[in-house]
């Protein structure tokens, strides 16, 4: 692929150290900032492959939403002290889970490495992009033309989310209530 | 010298595995969820790689459908993360176990 090899792997290795610091730390806040440092690493990845929306909705909706959220929860349920047991779970299924994701991971490469490319190839070469406009206009035009039914389906989801967040919260606030 | 399309597909796979691992071995639910959205990142990594080798727009396009599913996971996750801090008094895991009684 028509990338640099060095911003590729620059960005590869900071997503990989962070991923590990996201599933070591044992404070969750620790976490939570290793993981957005993950989040601007794929974006950057993405603009590398010429996903240049894609890049941007990262950084927006994952780095800036999403862990916003998680960070928000953390700090409403104080859950960064001491005081709650952040240790890692039982040493046999701790080694018998790196083990098994090692042996994926193998199974993984192996199989990339290996197969032959696979599909036909689509109409949006990098130069007929180009020329339409570029990667947002065409991701756009294709949103709301070939892909308009899925997207109207996203917004029933998000709706659905939306309600069921609240429900979820609210009945347990009655809860409490009916117990104090 | 290039990078090779398995090289990135190598790359989201073990960022896969890292969060699969991450999701086995951690307690605090927290955390798990942070695992999943790992998870969710490598499989969109997968998606533009093929995107961008098959000169195809519909793997950029499942990122965004996929990008909207983990917010709204991640939205509706964090509020069963605050009902359970409710009743429990903890995000650890372990201490889930209403059923046992």
Redesign the interface.
């Known amino acids: 692929?028509?990338?640099s090899?060095f911003f590729?792997y620059l960005f590869?290795g900071s997503?990989?150290a962070f991923?590990?610091l996201?599933?070591l730390k044992k404070n969750?806040v620790a976490?939570?900032f290793s993981?957005i440092l993950?989040?601007f690493s794929?974006a950057g990845?993405?603009a590398l492959?010429?996903?240049h929306?894609?890049a941007a909705?990262?950084v927006l909706?994952?780095a800036g939403?999403?862990m916003v959220?998680?960070i928000f929860?953390?700090m409403?349920?104080n859950?960064d002290t001491p005081s709650?047991?952040?240790?890692?779970?039982h040493r046999l299924?701790?080694w018998g889970?790196?083990v098994?994701?090692?042996a994926?991971?193998a199974t993984?490469?192996w199989v990339?490495?290996n197969s032959a490319?696979l599909?036909?190839?689509?109409?949006?070469?990098?130069v007929?992009i180009e020329a339409a406009g570029g990667?947002t206009q065409?991701?756009s035009e294709?949103?709301f033309s070939e892909?308009i039914l899925?997207f109207e389906l996203?917004s029933v989801?998000?709706l659905?989310?939306?309600v069921?967040?609240?429900a979820?919260?609210k009945?347990?606030?009655k809860?409490?209530g009916h117990a104090g | 010298m290039q990078v090779e399309p398995w090289v990135v597909l190598s790359f989201s796979s073990l960022i896969f595995m890292i969060g699969l691992v991450g999701l086995l071995i951690r307690r605090n639910i927290l955390v798990i969820l942070m695992c999943i959205e790992l998870m969710l990142n490598a499989v969109n990594l997968t998606f533009v790689t093929f995107s961008q080798q098959l000169d195809h727009l519909g793997g950029q396009m499942s990122v965004f459908f996929i990008i909207t599913v983990a917010a709204a996971e991640s939205a509706v996750g964090l509020g069963l993360v605050i009902a359970m801090y409710r009743t429990l008094r903890s995000v650890d895991t372990d201490e889930i176990q209403l059923l046992r009684e």
Do not use: C, E, H, W
């Open positions: 692929m028509n990338i090899p590729f590869a997503a990989i991923a590990l996201t599933v969750p976490s939570a993981l993950v989040f794929f990845i993405y492959l010429g996903a929306l894609v909705m990262q909706v994952y939403a999403i959220l998680f929860v953390i409403l349920l859950a709650f047991d952040m240790g890692r779970s299924l701790r889970s790196a098994l994701g090692l994926l991971f993984f490469v990339f490495k490319a599909g036909t190839k689509g109409a949006f070469t990098p007929a990667n065409v991701l294709l949103m892909y899925p996203t989801l998000l659905a989310a939306i069921g967040a609240v979820i919260a009945r347990g606030k809860r409490v």
